[in-house]
Protein backbone atom coordinates (compact mmCIF):
# COMPACT_ATOMS: atom_id res chain seq x y z
CA UNK A 1 0.00 0.00 0.00
CA UNK A 2 1.15 3.49 -0.66
CA UNK A 3 1.67 5.98 1.85
CA UNK A 4 -0.82 8.70 1.98
CA UNK A 5 0.98 11.99 1.09
CA UNK A 6 -1.54 13.89 1.74
CA UNK A 7 -2.01 12.62 4.94
CA UNK A 8 2.14 13.60 5.55
CA UNK A 9 1.80 17.01 4.70
CA UNK A 10 -1.16 17.68 6.88
CA UNK A 11 0.97 16.24 9.64
CA UNK A 12 3.49 18.25 8.68
CA UNK A 13 1.38 21.62 8.39
CA UNK A 14 3.08 21.93 4.75
CA UNK A 15 0.95 23.04 1.84
CA UNK A 16 -0.09 21.09 -0.86
CA UNK A 17 0.00 21.36 -4.42
CA UNK A 18 -3.48 20.32 -6.35
CA UNK A 19 -4.65 20.01 -9.48
CA UNK A 20 -8.26 20.77 -10.20
CA UNK A 21 -9.46 18.78 -13.10
CA UNK A 22 -12.86 19.84 -14.44
CA UNK A 23 -12.20 17.56 -17.72
CA UNK A 24 -13.19 13.34 -18.22
CA UNK A 25 -10.72 13.74 -21.12
CA UNK A 26 -8.16 10.60 -20.26
CA UNK A 27 -5.13 12.81 -21.97
CA UNK A 28 -5.61 16.05 -19.44
CA UNK A 29 -5.91 13.37 -16.58
CA UNK A 30 -3.01 11.94 -17.35
CA UNK A 31 -0.81 15.18 -18.09
CA UNK A 32 -2.13 16.12 -14.47
CA UNK A 33 -1.29 13.01 -12.80
CA UNK A 34 2.56 13.37 -14.24
CA UNK A 35 2.98 17.45 -13.88
CA UNK A 36 4.02 16.78 -10.30
CA UNK A 37 1.32 18.12 -8.33
CA UNK A 38 0.24 16.35 -4.77
CA UNK A 39 -2.92 15.30 -5.45
CA UNK A 40 -5.45 15.17 -8.36
CA UNK A 41 -8.84 16.19 -7.57
CA UNK A 42 -11.89 15.25 -9.89
CA UNK A 43 -14.51 17.89 -9.89
CA UNK A 44 -17.66 15.67 -10.31
CA UNK A 45 -19.96 18.50 -9.19
CA UNK A 46 -19.06 21.50 -11.35
CA UNK A 47 -17.03 19.13 -13.94
CA UNK A 48 -17.99 18.88 -17.54
CA UNK A 49 -18.93 15.51 -18.06
CA UNK A 50 -17.32 13.85 -15.25
CA UNK A 51 -19.73 11.21 -14.65
CA UNK A 52 -19.40 7.86 -12.88
CA UNK A 53 -18.17 5.85 -15.95
CA UNK A 54 -15.38 8.59 -16.90
CA UNK A 55 -14.63 9.01 -13.22
CA UNK A 56 -13.61 5.66 -12.76
CA UNK A 57 -11.45 5.65 -16.29
CA UNK A 58 -9.65 8.66 -14.62
CA UNK A 59 -9.27 7.05 -11.19
CA UNK A 60 -7.38 4.29 -13.07
CA UNK A 61 -5.13 6.70 -15.46
CA UNK A 62 -3.97 8.29 -12.19
CA UNK A 63 -3.41 5.36 -10.76
CA UNK A 64 -0.83 4.90 -12.66
CA UNK A 65 1.27 7.36 -10.83
CA UNK A 66 2.45 7.98 -7.46
CA UNK A 67 -0.29 11.19 -7.43
CA UNK A 68 -2.60 10.44 -4.64
CA UNK A 69 -6.09 11.33 -6.73
CA UNK A 70 -9.36 12.52 -4.72
CA UNK A 71 -12.88 13.03 -6.53
CA UNK A 72 -15.68 16.07 -5.50
CA UNK A 73 -18.66 15.08 -5.72
CA UNK A 74 -22.67 16.63 -5.28
CA UNK A 75 -23.09 15.81 -1.46
CA UNK A 76 -26.84 14.11 -0.19
CA UNK A 77 -27.39 16.53 3.01
CA UNK A 78 -28.70 19.72 2.14
CA UNK A 79 -27.53 22.94 3.64
CA UNK A 80 -30.43 26.30 3.86
CA UNK A 81 -29.87 27.22 -0.04
CA UNK A 82 -27.65 24.88 -1.72
CA UNK A 83 -26.54 20.98 -2.17
CA UNK A 84 -23.07 20.54 -0.43
CA UNK A 85 -20.38 19.07 -1.80
CA UNK A 86 -18.12 15.97 -0.53
CA UNK A 87 -14.34 16.05 -1.51
CA UNK A 88 -12.79 12.50 -0.76
CA UNK A 89 -9.68 10.10 -0.97
CA UNK A 90 -10.29 7.07 -2.76
CA UNK A 91 -7.72 6.25 -1.50
Known amino acids: ???NK??????ENKPLAVGWMG???????E???NSGF???????????????DRAVIALQTIN?????????CRGTTRSTS???????PTA
Open 6 to 11: VKQFWK
Open 23 to 29: SPDTYMV
Open 38 to 52: DVVVLDMQHGMGIGP
Open 82 to 88: STSSTLA
Open 64 to 72: TTETPRWFG
Open 31 to 33: AMA
Open 1 to 3: MRP
